[in-house]
Each structure stands twice: as C-alpha cells, then as structure tokens.
C-alpha cells in the first residue's frame, strides 16, 4: 500500500524583490518535498515597491546596471530582446547599443523582475513544486503555536498554517501627516501623488536618491528639460511655474556621490572575512567584532596590492582620521561643483572600466559588515552609526548618470539648492498647511522658514519594534526588541545615569543599547523575548531588521540572506 507523503508547506510573505530570491532557492533546491505559497498585496509579482508605480515613474532609473545584478533565471541582457517593441519605445532603449553595464528605467526593470518569477514558477511546475499565489492578498496577522512548531498566517478571508514562513513584506513608510496637513508628504512614493503644478519654493528633506527621485518628478511637472546639439542638458521652468525652485535640507549638507564602473560588481571581494575568522576574532574578544578588525581586514588591507599608494595614505589613519580626511574633501567644493567633478570622473571610469577603488571598497565594507553587525559592541554600533554609515550613505549612493545631469541643469537654472542643516533641526506642520523649518544657518544663527509644500525625503526610516505589524507575535512575545551589549560597563553606566532612554540595563547588571527593529540570529530567524530564535518563522522585511543589518544592499542583500534561510532549512534535507 502506497503511503502519501506529507510536504512541507513554505509561505512567503511578500512577492517583492525578496520574496523572489527566497521563491528562487527553493525552486532550485534540487528537492521537491514542499508546496510554497506566495502572498502578495499587489495583482503582480517581482517588482515590489522600488520597481513598481509605488516606487517609480518612468523617469526614475536603477543605480545598478545588469552586470551588478544578482543572476536570476535570464540576465537583463538577454531578456531585454523578448521586450515588446512599444515598452522599449516607451523608455527610449536602443536594444543595438545595449550592454551589460547600462542602467535600466526602474519601472522596465520591475517588468524584468515579473518575468523572471514568471521562468521560476515554470520552473517549479516542470520540477513539481506546486505553487500557489495569492493575489491581492494582505496579510493582517501572524501567530505561532510553539506545541505544533506551525505558524499561522491570518489575511482579510483566511487562515492558514504553515511549518515555514518568510515575511519579505519589503517596504514601508508609516504616514503620520500627509492627508492631514495640507502640502506635507511623509515620502515621495508613490510618486504619483507629486504630479502637482507649483508655483512656490518646495522644502525637500534630505538629499539621497529618494531626495532625487522627487527632484526629478517635480521638476518635469513644472517645467522642461532640454538638449542642445552637443548634448548639453538645461531646465526651463514653464511659464505657469515661474517662482517654482526646490530647497534640499541635508545633514551633511553634501549631495550623494555618482555611480561608477564596479570591478567587483556584485560586491564580494575575495580577500574579505571569512565566517570562520570573524568566529575566531569574536572567540578571543569577549565575543564581540571589533569594528576597527573589520575595517582593517575588510577595508584598509585590500589596498596594499590594488593600490599602494592610497594604502600608505591610510594604513595609520583611525575610522574616525579616515572619515575626517574623505568628508574634509567633500566640505572643501560647494556641493553641484563636486558633483560636476565626480560626474566627469565616473564617466571616465566607465569609459574605461576602471573602477575608484577606495569608493567600491567601502561599497564592499559595507555590504561585508550588514550581516555580523549584531555581534558590534554598543561602543562600536555608536561608531557605526555616528561616524562610518554618514559617509558610507553619500559615497555608496551610486547616483546614475542621467540623475547627474538633471539636477546639474536645475542647479544651473537657479531653480535647485541644498542647505546644510544640524542634526537640531526640526520641521514644523502647520495647521492652515505647509510646514516651517526650523534650523541654524553656517554661522550658527537660528532660522525658521515657511514653506508651502513639504517631502520628507530621508528614505526608508528604520522602524521600531512597536511598529512591527503582526500584533498575535508581539503578545505571545514571540519577538523581541533588538538591543547590543556594551562591552564597558562603565561606558554604559555612564550613558545610563545621563538618562539616555535608548540604554537599559539587565538583571545582571549589563548595559544595552536599543536598536531599531527586532532581534533575529544570523539566518534571519526571529528571537523571542526569552532568548530562544525560532526555527519555523524568518524575515527579510527590512525597515523591521534595521537595527541588526544598518546597511541592506538592495538586491545583494536579497540573494545573501534568502540563502542563509535556505541552509537553515538544512536546504530542506
């Protein structure tokens, strides 16, 4: 008598980016003893937010080209000649001049990221792992039930268990006064919403791509980029706009840095840190990493044979004397003039193919340092914080080219400009709409300026652990707060007794600092408020894992964690 074989019943939460990688491993597992179900809140798969009309219109581009994209099923290359002529049309490719190192429209690349969960689910019937997508699906509630080891995922119409699941639910940007206060927007997404005619001054918060992404949708709304014969890119604001001009408020008062050719395109470099050494290093300190081994290992000794000389000009310098010296240039040119300078320098770099070493580097720093961060002293986790990830923000932003361009010619124009703010700024709402900024001049003299119409731009805020989403976890206390231990007592105790509400101390008299998010181990399971992970439930949602990985690589992230989750479902044995 045949027996039946019971399968594994795997739910992915989220048909993102992420969902797709994590749908990617286990449909080329090579086993076949599980069924998978995909919820997804959207009526399409693989574009997420970033890549879908949430997160972009049709001016707005990747900053990776298809050469820095993890493999899938087919490269971009490939598929880009299956596009129907009409979407190729619509954002202007060439299929002729295209190669593996151009830039895609984001809304094009969303569509090749469909596609690509489309060759995967034929690629799971063909294996016969059955797959069940649910549309328009959005799930309002987790609970786990620690007798069975089943989670169970609760939507609007039902519930279902499951012995694992992955929450990839992507993106997430909590509304607090847009729709109340008249011209104020939480974010720029989606981006939709500022297709609006101004004829005022726009405060933009922030300069990083999300900060650019609404520059550029603004000012196609209010006027008109145009190209002479040598291809020189201008802004004419359009006669209804005359007073409309964009005010960048950034901390650093600096404009991210522009996209270069990438040696090492997908970001991991052969000499960096095993596994087993960051164990060894922790082993023999007190179970910490020390931030200052990685960046010596991870960073500083990557140059002696790439490039001596920038070795010689650093290898005695601390994070703290290397940072001073990067952003000393940066503060030295006014903010469009470096950004000219570094756009003929990428473009050369491009040209040639060869990469700025030292920026790629810290790209791969901090791609390297995501995944252990949570084994960082609170000592060190401050440092991250405060010292290293302001640079690392700026050079790694990778502004694409076209961007450059765009917000040179509105520079030009008079139409665009950035203001450095302290980190005692503070935006006010205002109840009759608009906000007033306020903030100290370079000399330090108070100001505070109304604005009729706000973006808040700073990208995705890293969000706390009571904003987790799926209430039955956070009572049956299945989750936890994220918190890093200080490795001074006295240092703790110091930050303590000055009343810092982001340091608590235990039962046994440690000191920890409060991170963003929850607590998770290294293979992005979930830590409840006992200590214990838990071996059924995983999650690669990042604003929720803010605090653990404070620098998540868009898609390198996706492909690094979706296999550290693979391997703990010992590949499904």
């Not at 449909?27 to 069924?35: D, I, P, Q």
């Not at 399409?44 to 080209?65: C, K, R």
């Not at 202007?92 to 001049?97: H, L, R, S």
Request: proline residues 4%; glycine residues 6%.
């Amino acid at each position: 008598m045949k027996t039946e074989v019971i399968k594994k019943r795997i739910a992915i939460l989220g048909g993102g980016p992420s969902g797709l990688f994590m749908y990617k491993r286990l449909v080329e597992s090579g086993k076949t003893n599980f069924e998978i179900d995909i919820y997804e809140r959207k009526s399409t798969l693989g574009a997420g937010m970033p890549y879908s009309q949430e997160g972009a219109n049709d001016e707005h581009v990747t900053n990776i080209s298809d050469n820095e994209t993890p493999g899938i099923v087919t490269s971009v290359s490939e598929w880009i000649l299956t596009v129907p002529a009409t979407i190729l049309e619509r954002f202007k490719i060439d299929t002729a001049n295209f190669t593996e190192y151009k830039v895609l429209p984001r809304l094009l690349f969303g569509y090749y990221l469909a596609d690509q969960f489309k060759l995967l689910e034929q690629k799971a019937d063909e294996a016969g792992i059955t797959t069940r997508i649910h549309y328009q699906s959005n799930v309002v509630d987790i609970s786990y039930n620690e007798e069975g080891k089943e989670v169970w995922v609760e939507t609007s119409t039902a519930r279902d268990k499951f012995d694992y699941v992955v929450i990839c639910t992507g993106h997430n940007w909590p509304v607090r006064f847009e729709g109340k206060v008249k011209g104020y927007y939480d974010a720029p997404y989606p981006p939709s919403k500022l297709l609006l005619k101004l004829n005022h001054t726009v405060a933009i918060k922030g300069s990083s791509l999300t900060a650019i992404d609404a520059i550029r949708t603004l000012a196609r709304e209010n006027g008109t980029f145009l190209k002479d014969e040598n291809g020189n890119i201008s802004f004419q604001n359009h006669s209804e706009s005359p007073d409309f001009k964009i005010i960048m408020h950034s901390r650093s008062g600096m404009l991210p840095a522009v996209r270069f050719h990438l040696e090492d395109s997908h970001l991991k470099n052969s000499s960096l840190l095993t596994e087993e050494e960051i164990g060894i290093h922790r082993k023999n300190n007190d179970g910490f990493l020390s931030l200052d081994f990685v960046f010596q290992k991870n960073f500083k000794e990557t140059f002696r044979d790439k490039d001596p000389n920038f070795y010689d000009r650093i290898k005695d310098l601390s994070i703290e004397d290397f940072v001073t010296e990067m952003m000393e240039l940066r503060e030295r040119l006014e903010p469009f003039q470096l950004l000219k300078a570094e756009y003929i320098q990428a473009e050369k770099s491009i040209k040639r193919e060869q990469s700025v070493y030292w920026k790629e580097m810290l790209a791969v720093l901090s791609f390297a340092m995501n995944h252990p961060a949570k084994y960082l002293s609170a000592e060190d986790m401050q440092r991250l914080q405060k010292v290293l990830m302001p640079l690392i923000s700026i050079v790694i932003a990778f502004v694409p080219q076209k961007s450059c361009t765009e917000l040179l010619a509105l520079h030009h124009a008079g139409v665009l400009d950035i203001i450095p703010v302290g980190d005692d700024s503070n935006v006010e709402p205002q109840t009759e709409g608009g906000i007033v900024y306020h903030f100290s001049d370079q000399d330090q003299n108070p100001m505070s300026v109304y604005y009729e119409t706000f973006v808040d731009c700073v990208g995705q805020p890293h969000l706390s652990y009571t904003d987790f989403p799926f209430k039955s976890l956070l009572s049956q206390k299945s989750v936890s707060p994220a918190r890093i231990r200080f490795k001074s007592n006295e240092v703790g105790h110091l930050a303590f007794s000055q009343g810092n509400s982001a340091i608590e101390k235990d039962g046994e008299g440690s000191y920890f600092l409060s991170v963003s998010g929850i607590a998770i181990n290294d293979n992005f399971q979930i830590i409840d408020q006992y200590g214990a992970y838990n071996e059924n439930l995983y999650i690669m949602a990042v604003p929720y894992i803010g605090g653990y990985n404070p620098d998540y690589s868009g898609l390198d992230f996706c492909e690094a964690a979706s296999l550290h989750i693979l391997n703990s479902m010992g590949g499904l044995e």
